[in-house]
């Protein structure tokens, strides 16, 4: 054969190749543009709180948005916690991409050879820039971003939406209370800001008529940063918003959105759980009455909703502002939830628990312009630190070896249909949690004190649980005492031990751990 006529053909072929669809990549990324990265993170939001993925009566047209022109994983989950606080691990995961038994002082202080994901992008020629609320250590706060917007949850926290402190962002900050600020309205109606004085302490909550929702103010700052810029660069924006996370204040407009009649629970209501979990009583589980009456559990779910929809109006009003300034045609938009939340579900009220949408499965959607995919929903299993990995890569940006997650690119290439055969979850010493398959096994201790002599914890209840997730989405139906399920659960069990050995579940690594949750099983 002529060897002209077989060159031919070889550079037509790669010219048909090249031009495939690639969907972790663009038409501007392929002219070498880099994409600006929008991350949006959401606090206590569980992956039904958004009507476009568990189709429950919240109202999220902005994000429902989000979902119809991108790719929304069904199965995203945050891998666990050692403190009541969730967030605060879920944040480090996010941030450093590392999982949680590699996390130091349960997530409260990332080590300087953890790079962050503001650190990577800044690396790669970005502009990194922070709205709103970060939980970590302020040293890392200051090297992860170049720029910020009103910081949240620094050394003041007052609970309130609507009487919230802020910090300004200065990376020689330490943020201490004196630092701080409140935005209030005047006898006119005008905001303005005053500092924090000594009267400024927990206490009834404020209403709408004190100050502005912290989604609006955050929202606000958001989109300023992106009418504002002067600069060549392309942006990494970390928009960390504190909705839905209690106390669930909305506008009035929004909470006369759900009246409480209306209300329909979920399919795993309980008016108590039915038996102790090993920490049931803490402060989530204290703001509402036990037992959980269906009225106590519809108040709850209606000002859940309503502050969900308001936090979803102003997440429009920063999509907006990317299309109306341009930006939108080279950014990437990337929004997940930090937990799940109980709100009624297996009689729990927070998300200090191992169920899925009480405590571990969240929202994760990536969007915008750039997504050539629209609409695609993915089933494979990924955790909250798999996205640093999936954004790096869908930027082209180098990500650091220190992360433990995995990209989702792949994934979304149709290279493979899963970077993951499990998940493995845990909660402090108390709870474990192990998905394959079609099932999950949940397996729970708890200790009733120390022994009077030799001063070790003794165990006072275990207990086994196994759900058909599949068939089962709101585990509603223990399997694990059924005779056809008994060698379902030995295997399981054996499994769950073996991960929990290679991902290095050992108190001796874990802070804050008072006995070791592997001595009990």
């Given amino acids: 054969m002529n060897r002209n006529f077989i060159k031919k053909v070889l550079v037509l072929s790669i010219g048909i190749l090249s031009v495939l669809p690639n969907y972790a990549q663009s038409k501007r990324s392929k002219k070498g543009k880099k994409p600006n990265v929008l991350l949006i993170y959401t606090d206590d939001h569980r992956y039904t709180g958004i009507h476009a993925l568990g189709n429950m009566a919240v109202k999220t047209p902005n994000i429902d948005a989000l979902a119809h022109d991108g790719i929304v994983f069904t199965n995203t989950y945050l891998m666990g916690s050692f403190s009541g606080a969730t967030c605060m691990p879920s944040r480090d995961m996010l941030n450093t991409g590392r999982q949680l038994f590699n996390l130091k002082e349960q997530g409260r202080f990332v080590p300087t050879t953890d790079l962050t994901i503001g650190e990577a992008f800044q690396k790669a020629g970005y502009d990194s820039h922070i709205v709103g609320k970060w939980h970590q250590d302020n040293k890392t706060l200051n090297r992860s971003f170049d720029t910020g917007d009103n910081i949240m949850g620094r050394s003041a926290y007052l609970t309130d939406h609507f009487r919230m402190p802020y910090w300004d962002f200065n990376k020689n900050s330490n943020y201490t209370r004196d630092e701080a600020f409140l935005l209030i309205y005047d006898k006119d109606g005008n905001r303005k800001r005053r500092g924090l004085t000594k009267d400024d302490k927990r206490g009834p909550i404020a209403t709408e008529a004190f100050g502005p929702h912290t989604s609006e103010v955050f929202a606000e700052k958001a989109s300023k940063f992106i009418k504002d810029r002067k600069s060549k660069n392309p942006f990494f924006m970390y928009l960390a918003f504190h909705a839905p996370h209690d106390p669930r204040q909305a506008p009035k407009e929004y909470m006369d959105m759900y009246p409480i009649k209306d209300i329909n629970l979920t399919p795993s209501y309980m008016p108590q759980h039915p038996f102790d979990n090993g920490d ?136 493979v249909k899963q970077v993951r055969d499990y998940t493995y979850h845990a909660y402090k010493q108390f709870q474990r949690a192990y998905r394959k398959g079609d099932y999950k096994l949940i397996e729970y201790v708890r200790a009733d004190g120390k022994h009077f002599k030799t001063g070790e914890f003794v165990a006072g209840s275990r207990v086994t649980q196994l759900f058909n997730f599949v068939k089962d989405p709101w585990e509603t139906t223990d399997l694990s005492f059924f005779p056809e399920y008994k060698e379902k659960v030995a295997e399981m069990r054996k499994e769950m031990k073996a991960k929990a050995i290679e991902l290095g579940d050992d108190k001796d690594k874990i802070d804050a751990v008072d006995f070791d949750f592997w001595d009990y099983y």
């Fill in 280 to 415: 049931m009583v803490l402060r989530d589980e204290a703001l509402a009455p036990w037992p959980r009456t269906e009225d106590v559990a519809k108040e709850q779910l209606a000002s859940y909703y309503a502050i969900i929809t308001h936090l979803d109006a102003q997440i429009g009003k920063v999509v907006k502002t990317l299309k109306e300034t341009g930006a939108y045609e080279n950014t990437i938009i990337v929004l997940a939830g930090d937990s799940g939340l109980a709100v009624g579900n297996h009689g729990l009220m927070g998300k200090q628990s191992v169920y899925d949408e009480d405590g571990i499965h969240v929202p994760f959607i990536i969007s915008g312009n750039l997504i050539e995919d629209k609409g695609r929903r993915i089933n494979a299993l990924s955790y909250i630190h798999d996205i640093f990995p999936t954004i790096c890569d869908l930027a082209h940006v180098e990500k650091p070896s220190t992360i433990d997650g995995k990209s989702l690119v792949p994934v979304i290439n149709n290279e």
